[in-house]
């Protein structure tokens, strides 16, 4: 069974940090790009950031980069999304999603499997 399992999400000031973990599960992990998302209330989801397991390459969208970084523990078939910098904006739920490719991939149709998301808060 494929599971993906995302932790860390909470409640944190501006300016907080956060580090999000996507623990996969049932699947050939080094075989998959894993990607981040986040849906706010009332807005489309947002792919946030990818990285692909089988060469490391990343992706950040624009209105992350410089605070957000995405890592792979392929021991641990776990991905990790350091978030600094936090701004009341980045309130949303975030998902992890996997989509089988060797390269990192943006567009939402093609990932696979989901994870059922955690909050990320912020006050301002």
């Known amino acids: 069974e494929v599971q993906l399992v995302e932790s860390g999400g909470g409640l944190v000031q501006a300016g907080g940090s956060l580090r999000l973990s996507c623990a996969a599960s049932g699947f050939t992990f080094d075989d998959y790009a894993i990607g981040w998302f986040r849906q706010a209330p009332g807005k489309e989801r947002e792919g946030v950031s990818c990285i692909s397991s089988s060469d490391g390459s990343t992706y950040y969208a624009d209105s992350v980069k410089g605070r957000f970084t995405i890592s792979s523990d392929n021991a641990k078939n776990t991905v990790y999304l350091q978030i600094n910098s936090l701004k009341p904006e980045d309130t949303a739920v975030y998902y992890c999603?996997?989509?089988?490719?060797?390269?990192?991939?943006?567009?939402?149709?093609?990932?696979?499997?989901w994870g059922q998301g955690t909050q990320v808060t912020v006050s301002s």
């Open positions: 999603a996997a989509a089988l490719a060797f390269h990192v991939v943006v567009t939402t149709e093609e990932y696979d499997y």
